[in-house]
């Protein structure tokens, strides 16, 4: 079976850093990109980066463009999402995805929330 698992939420003061991970299984992970999603209290899921299943092409939103960085460990079969400079509109639960011919999956979800 397919699993992604999320870790590294936390409460965090506003100017700070997070590093989250997901952990994934079940399938090749190193042939496929991933994707990093956000949903904060009462607001639609959005889309905040992605990354090429090499590591080579990554793409951000706008509004974390510049603050935040996507990375993997194919060895590890791990997605990183490195968070700087977090503002109190980051607050929300973090997911990543990934889109495979037999369906698409997604992790359970880490909270994070800035706040001071």
């Known amino acids: 079976d397919v699993q992604l698992a999320e870790s590294g939420g936390a409460l965090v003061q506003p100017g700070g850093s997070l590093r989250l991970s997901c952990g994934a299984s079940?399938?090749?992970?190193?042939?496929?990109?991933m994707n990093w999603f956000r949903q904060a209290p009462g607001k639609a899921l959005e889309w905040v980066s992605g990354i090429s299943n090499g590591g080579a092409t990554t793409k951000y939103a706008d509004f974390v463009r510049g603050r935040f960085t996507v990375s993997r460990d194919n060895d590890k079969n791990t997605l990183y999402l490195q968070m700087n400079s977090l503002k109190p509109e980051d607050t929300a639960v973090y997911y990543c995805?990934?889109?495979?011919?037999?369906?698409?999956?997604w992790g359970q979800g880490t909270q994070v929330t800035v706040s001071s």
């Open positions: 079940g399938f090749i992970f190193s042939s496929y990109s």
């Open positions: 995805n990934v889109n495979l011919a037999r369906g698409v999956y």
